[in-house]
């Protein structure tokens, strides 16, 4: 089913936590709204379940508009952050909640709950708990079962709030690609939010960055990590490293290297700002003209599978921080201390009227 | 080696000495003031031995007080119980301005005490009171009989039931009533299915000091109460005459009444704390199953 | 663009619920309490004056306030002592005495004071002991310390025992590696954080203390200007039909109950300080 979100405002008391906020999610479609705390994701996504009204705007789902529609009757289905299981009831209790509650013509027999409770719980590979009381349950455990709950409604659309903040690494990792399985399986529109990009990156099929209640960008993970619209979204996802300038008439002149920006061909003479991804950093022993900066390697850690070298420029006062794969790095066999050249690729150039 | 360990438990805790000597105080205060009182009640009233005491227990006079302490918090505990989830749920899961004034307002007929809370009553309710005359007119009685003694115990009761749930639902938060609307339950599904098995222990334990407080109240019922033997006297107030009547006997013996009700307020409320304390919690299970 | 949405809060029943709330506590408690007021104002300034202050009143607040003092300072040490000895050490049959400290909650106050009555009149059990060293506790001013002391007892072990559970070992530990000895460590480290507490406590008791009547009557003895408690003056001018003496004198009582409660309050926010 799609959901139109169109023009949605949101205050609560003085504070404006969505500013006319409008997206359309396709059906089938697997969204990530990705955003720093505060940023309203999580607002969003309560309105777009009828836990939050908003101020001004509506939410169409399937073309009906459900504004006005109480929560009951939207036919969401929600996971919770802290997956909200009810502790005094079993797990299979919890499952069957939804189908219970139902008005007596439409609810189930005893033997078809059972059965639908225990295909989901076969769902979530957690067949054998079905007795066991959530406070027995592992956090990744209490994870599936709160989506399992969700969906033994057969929901229109799934709602997931930070789906894995509560769970420790390896369990998250595991589970993101569990959901993201379990996505192409069930072909559910689905809406999760996360302020881990890494997240949204892995497992969303579209990415709706937002910030300070407004939508910055939305596409798929590949357009909005080579394509970012803005600073912000670049310096969200990833680690950045800035260059102060100027730009002129379609050329950027940032210390010591020029580049060519030919979207800011009309510019005359204005104070800008280059922004280059750690990974985009390479390292030489030899100047290229134009094109790179002395620097002294001040620091370095190995972390995993990358290096990480922070290089003072411009007599220490500011800071390049690279990201060298091993390899790069064993070829290099940079020392503490040493005088190097390093070389920005990918320089993406914003004039600064835009302020982080 | 056994000296050195010594020396440091005795930075970490007091010396056993000074242990026996705390407990012994402590014991000998709590004996004084409650083990020793509570025990004379019981040997007081069988001091003549089981005649005279279950004579006393069985006077018409005493029945019919019994009979009223029964009606007084029969009507009292289900009003102020119903009042209470209202009020919790309102405060609870709602947020709204003024909030908590109302909290504190709810708390007011704890520190008012016994007597003017009778007092109010015969204020507004009394001969000379607001309502007085007019009722005087309907020759209806409010103040020195029945809805008298009913309205006093209201009032004092009035916070035990809100004051015991409030803290318990606001620690359970919203979430589990969200999942339960957004899984399509009504509002009153949602009440009794989630909402009320969560707090079942809070409300008994409300319910139960509501009661003990309700059958045993005192100051204010006397005040509003006018005794008349047989008619609108409660179990306290019926204690207080025969004791005024050098009746020790009797009064202990209907004092031993409302004694054994104070204890056994005392083992239901033990039995929900200790219930409630046997349940691990979750982070406890949690690091069972890692 | 407004889409005509009201305000609605998403759990359902605020309507009701709020509104029965109001209702009922505007019936029960309000309306009622809004009466000893206004009748108050009927009064002139002086009648109101020559109803709070005669000598007779005078000294039935002192012996009111003075034994609720005397009472709350023998709960604050001893209910410290006695929270300390049944949170940190065993003993047998613990649980069932630290079950029994409520109950002054439970127990019907004309109940305990009859059995005090009993037990400290000069043929109880007490009384007995207590007469061959001059001491007569039953109907004298020591009698309502007594009663006092018993239905303020559970305020000060109630408030504190949560608190001192909630110690943490490592303080102590920490204070005992620095140097402390034990009652350094009780003194500069301990103390300090229970104090909030204590005094809580000892205000929460104080003030039943003053408000209490049936287990005070009983044994106070209720001689004029010496043992005679401002509740039990409320009572007799009432009786007397003295509704406007009873209801100033009410007034004042209530005006002091309701300071209590808003310093109660402060004390209370003040020991949540060092909670997390």
Redesign the interface.
């Known amino acids: 089913m799609s959901i139109q979100i169109e023009?949605i405002t949101k205050h609560f008391g003085g504070f404006q936590a969505l500013r006319d906020v409008s997206i359309d999610i396709a059906p089938g479609e697997l969204v990530g709204l990705l955003g720093p705390s505060g940023s309203g994701k999580t607002t969003l996504l309560r309105i777009i379940?009828?836990?939050?009204?908003?101020?001004?705007?509506?939410i169409v789902v399937d073309g009906e508009d459900t504004?006005?529609v109480?929560?009951?009757?939207?036919g969401?289905?929600?996971v919770?952050q802290?997956y909200?299981?009810?502790?005094?009831?079993t797990v299979f209790e919890n499952i069957a909640?939804?189908l219970r509650?139902?008005p007596r013509k439409d609810r189930p027999s005893g033997r078809e709950i059972k059965a639908k409770v225990m295909k989901l719980l076969k769902l979530v590979q957690l067949e054998g708990v079905a007795d066991r009381y959530?406070?027995?349950?592992?956090?990744g455990q209490r994870q599936r079962i709160a989506l399992a709950?969700?969906l033994?409604?057969e929901p229109r659309v799934l709602l997931l709030d930070e789906p894995f903040g509560a769970l420790d690494a390896k369990v998250r990792s595991e589970l993101r690609q569990w959901l993201r399985q379990l996505h192409d399986e069930l072909q559910i529109t689905s809406v999760f939010v996360t302020h881990d990009q890494e997240e949204a990156l892995e497992v969303a099929d579209r990415i709706v960055v937002m910030n300070e209640g407004r939508v910055e960008q939305s596409g798929t993970p590949e357009e909005v990590y080579e394509n970012p619209a803005n600073p912000f979204i670049l310096s969200f996802l990833g680690s950045v490293n800035l260059f102060h300038g100027r730009v002129h008439m379609g050329q950027a002149r940032l210390g010591a290297i020029d580049i060519a920006v030919p979207e800011h061909a009309a510019t005359d003479d204005i104070p800008a700002v280059g922004y280059v991804r750690s990974h985009d950093i390479s390292v030489e022993r030899q100047p290229t003209d134009g094109a790179s900066i002395r620097a002294e390697v001040k620091n370095i850690h190995s972390i995993g599978p990358i290096v990480r070298v922070t290089f003072g420029v411009n007599g220490k006062d500011e800071t390049v921080q690279a990201e060298l794969t091993r390899e790069a790095f064993r070829k290099l066999a940079l020392k503490k201390g040493e005088r190097v050249y390093v070389r920005p690729s990918n320089v993406r150039v914003f004039v600064e009227d835009y302020q982080i | 080696m056994t000296n050195s360990q010594y020396k440091r438990r005795e930075n970490l805790t007091e010396p056993v000495p000074v242990q026996w000597i705390l407990a012994i105080l402590a014991i000998l205060f709590l004996g004084l003031f409650l083990f020793l009182p509570l025990a004379a009640v019981f040997s007081q009233a069988l001091a003549k031995g089981f005649g005279p005491y279950f004579e006393a227990l069985g006077n018409p006079d005493a029945l019919a007080a019994i009979r009223l302490t029964l009606i007084t918090a029969a009507v009292s505990v289900p009003l102020n119980l119903v009042f209470g989830l209202a009020a919790a749920w309102a405060i609870t899961k709602f947020d709204f301005r003024g909030k908590n004034l109302l909290v504190t307002m709810i708390d007011l007929p704890f520190s008012v005490s016994p007597v003017i809370s009778g007092l109010i009553f015969v204020l507004i309710f009394g001969l000379q009171g607001w309502m007085g005359p007019w009722l005087n007119e309907h020759s209806f009685k409010i103040v020195f009989a029945v809805p008298g003694i009913i309205l006093a115990t209201i009032f004092v009761t009035f916070p035990f039931v809100a004051r015991e749930l409030i803290p318990l639902m606001e620690a359970q938060g919203r979430?589990?009533e969200?999942?339960?609307?957004?899984?399509?339950?009504?509002g009153l599904?949602t009440f009794f299915?989630?909402t009320l098995?969560?707090i079942r222990e809070g409300l008994v334990y409300g319910v139960i000091l509501c009661n003990a407080r309700a059958m045993g109240e005192f100051g204010a019922v006397s005040v509003v109460s006018g005794h008349i033997r047989g008619l609108t006297n409660t179990l306290p107030l019926h204690v207080e005459i025969l004791y005024n009547e050098y009746d020790f006997t009797a009064a202990f013996a209907v004092a031993s009444l409302l004694a054994m009700l104070a204890l056994a307020t005392l083992a239901v409320k033990s039995l929900t704390q200790w219930k409630r304390a046997r349940r691990?919690?979750?982070e406890f299970?949690?690091a069972l199953?890692? | 663009?407004?889409?005509g949405?009201k305000?609605?809060r998403?759990l359902p029943g605020f309507g009701p619920t709020l509104g029965y709330t109001v209702f009922y506590l505007s019936l029960i408690v309000l309306i009622p309490l809004s009466a000893l007021v206004i009748k108050t104002t009927g009064l002139t300034w002086r009648a109101f004056l020559a109803a709070v202050a005669s000598p007779q009143v005078v000294a039935s607040y002192r012996v009111t306030f003075g034994s609720a003092f005397i009472a709350a300072m023998i709960n604050a040490v001893f209910g410290t002592l006695t929270a300390w000895v049944l949170v940190r050490y065993e003993f047998p049959c613990k649980r069932l005495i630290d079950a029994l400290v409520d109950l002054p909650f439970a127990l019907p106050t004309a109940v305990t004071g009859i059995t005090l009555a009993t037990v400290y009149s000069e043929n109880g059990w007490m009384g007995s002991l207590l007469e061959p060293l001059g001491i007569k506790v039953a109907y004298t001013p020591l009698g309502i310390i007594v009663a006092m002391t018993t239905i303020g007892l559970p305020f000060v072990v109630r408030t504190l025992q949560p608190v001192i559970e909630a110690i943490e070992a490592e303080t102590e530990e920490a204070s005992a590696c620095l140097g402390a000895n034990r009652l350094q460590t009780f003194y500069r480290v301990l103390l300090p954080v229970m104090m909030p507490s204590i005094l809580t406590g000892f205000a929460l008791a104080f003030a039943r203390a003053v408000g209490e009547y049936g287990s005070v009557i009983f044994i106070a003895g209720n001689m004029p200007m010496v043992s005679e408690i401002t509740s039990l003056l409320i009572v007799t001018k009432l009786e007397q039909f003295d509704y406007s003496g009873a209801t100033a004198i009410a007034l004042v009582m209530l005006t002091a109950s309701f300071a209590m409660l808003l310093a109660i309050n402060m004390l209370q926010r003040w020991s949540r300080k060092y909670a997390q």
Not at chain 1, 49 to 58: C, F, M, W
Not at chain 1, 70 to 74: D, E, M, P
Not at chain 2, 178 to 186: F, K, W
């Open positions: 023009n379940a009828g836990l939050e009204t908003p101020d001004r705007g509506t504004t006005g109480s929560v009951r009757r939207r969401v289905g929600f919770f802290h909200a299981l009810f502790r005094h009831m909640f939804g509650v139902k959530p406070s027995q349950l592992s956090g709950r969700a033994a409604v | 979430e589990e969200e999942a339960a609307l957004v899984l399509g339950a009504s599904q299915r989630v098995p969560g691990p919690s979750i299970e949690e199953v890692r | 663009m407004t889409n949405i305000k609605e998403v």
